[in-house]
T-cell receptor, first 115, second 115 residues
Framework: GAGVSQSPSNKVTEKGKDVELRCDPI?????LYWYRQSLGQGLEFLIY????????KSGLPSDRFSAERTGGSVSTLTIQRTQQEDSAVYLC?????????????FGPGTRLTVL | AQSVTQLGSHVSVSEGALVLLRCNYSSSVPPYLFWYVQYPNQGLQLLLKYTSAATLVKGINGFEAEFKKSETSFHLTKPSAHMSDAAEYFCAVTPSGGSNYKLTFGKGTLLTVNP
């Protein structure tokens, strides 16, 4: 079946611009996660959705970052006023249910470059 | 906070040789442990996971890992390396308590397989 998809695969933007990254989870998966992979910090958790609610936003690095999920499906991660340190690969994952026993399936990521 | 340490950011082996990738965790309570693989320009794929059942866990592509509580280790092995195993490998942990959906990753180990 279809896996997690993300778009765009690559995004180059200028410092100060806003960007939107999209994630389409596996159909029927109630839990959705965003992670960031950067050279300096490795893989970091950003935010977790259960349905359309985000009970854990603890990993969002600043108030320039926000995310939403609609219809219990598609999620969008928005970064406002991008900075060079935002350059990274943004990975989305989904799981059937939240919790440690459920495997998180990852998408291919969006590579963001801020010039 | 729980963490994982992967010893060796880069491991190089010959085709047909044993693969050993090291992972140690820090936790007062045995966590759930995972190994993920990332091929170039792709997302993360689960190789195997330890969920407090058998201590020797077999995964995909001939990989296995053994949970050793006394050594707080979860090393990944494969008896005979194949060229297609060249990738980056990440060890990850989820906490036993709250936020048990949140994967915490090691820094990763890049595996090179030489012909």
């Amino acid at each position: 079946g279809a896996g997690v998809s993300q778009s765009p695969s690559n995004k180059v933007t200028e410092k100060g611009k806003d960007v939107e990254l999209r994630c389409d989870p596996i159909s029927g998966h109630t839990a959705l996660y965003w992670y960031r992979q950067s050279l300096g910090q490795g893989l970091e958790f950003l935010i977790y959705f259960q349905g359309n609610s985000a009970p854990d936003k603890s990993g969002l690095p600043s108030d320039r970052f926000s995310a939403e999920r609609t219809g219990g499906s598609v999620s969008t991660l928005t970064i406002q006023r991008t900075q060079q340190e935002d350059s990274a690969v943004y990975l989305c994952a989904s799981s059937l249910n939240p919790g440690r026993t459920d495997t998180q399936y990852f998408g291919p990521g969006t590579r963001l470059t801020v010039l | 906070a729980q963490s994982v340490t992967q010893l060796g950011s880069h491991v190089s082996v010959s085709e047909g040789a044993l693969v050993l990738l090291r992972c140690n965790y820090s936790s007062s309570v045995p966590p759930y442990l995972f190994w993920y693989v990332q091929y170039p320009n792709q997302g993360l794929q689960l190789l195997l996971k330890y969920t407090s059942a058998a201590t020797l866990v077999k995964g995909i592509n001939g990989f296995e890992a053994e949970f050793k509580k006394s050594e707080t280790s979860f090393h990944l092995t494969k008896p005979s390396a194949h060229m297609s195993d060249a990738a980056e490998y990440f060890c990850a942990v989820t906490p036993s308590g709250g936020s048990n959906y949140k994967l915490t990753f090691g820094k990763g180990t890049l595996l090179t397989v030489n012909p």
